[in-house]
């Protein structure tokens, strides 16, 4: 399989680790999976050493743009980016490769803000790819959510950078205890919420791949 999965956002702590690792853990138990880690913060790769030995993540590094672009362009399975928090040659070098880009955003108010400053990288690689969206995935949302929330998709769909994913992930204890651990949701606790919606979210990404 040769797909490509880029989680980006020119915000940094807005889940992006947490997503890319549950993403690679469970995609892995269904694709031969590689990731990318491109954070200056290696949370990934962190979260990868407290995995056991026989359920590590393949992890790559590369320090430029001709880097990245040459283990997209040689890839051949289904390869997960996790990008920084900024905007960089990097970031920018996987957004333009990817297959799929996800933005995870909160129901705060702020990440308005943090959705304009994306908005004009994306504008700036549609130069070279037209057709390129980011995947708005609301993340993190508070149970009792705010009318933020319409704002942020009101902005969604006046933008064509961008495309709201159906799947939404709330803010919930498991996320951050199983990334503790080295754990998926699903590792860590199969059948509850937080692993649910992490199953749908790899539904809705497998049922746009067919799509394409």
Do not use: C, W
């Amino acid at each position: 399989m040769n797909f490509i999965i880029v989680v980006a956002h020119q915000k940094g702590g807005v889940g992006k680790s947490t997503i890319a690792s549950n993403l690679a853990v469970d995609l892995a138990k269904i694709y031969d999976v590689d990731v990318l880690d491109l954070d200056m913060q290696k949370s990934l790769s962190y979260f990868n050493t407290l995995r056991n030995d026989s359920a590590k993540l393949n992890i790559k590094y590369a320090k430029s743009f001709k880097e990245v672009a040459a283990i997209i362009n040689n890839n051949q399975k289904l390869l997960i980016i996790d990008v920084g928090g900024f905007d960089s040659d990097l970031n920018r070098a996987a957004i333009l490769g990817a297959d799929l880009v996800i933005t995870p955003v909160s129901d705060s108010t702020i990440e308005l803000v943090g959705l304009l400053a994306f908005k004009n990288i994306i504008v700036d690689i549609r130069k070279e790819r037209p057709e390129l969206q980011a995947h708005v995935l609301l993340n993190r949302l508070h149970f009792n959510l705010s009318t933020s929330l319409t704002d942020i998709r009101d902005f969604i769909s006046h933008n064509s950078e961008f495309k709201l994913l159906d799947s939404i992930i709330r803010d919930r204890s498991e996320f951050k205890k199983s990334f503790e651990r080295g754990l998926s949701v699903s590792e860590y606790a199969k059948d509850s919420k937080a692993a649910i919606e992490i199953q749908e979210l790899i539904k809705e990404i497998q049922n746009g791949k067919d799509k394409n």
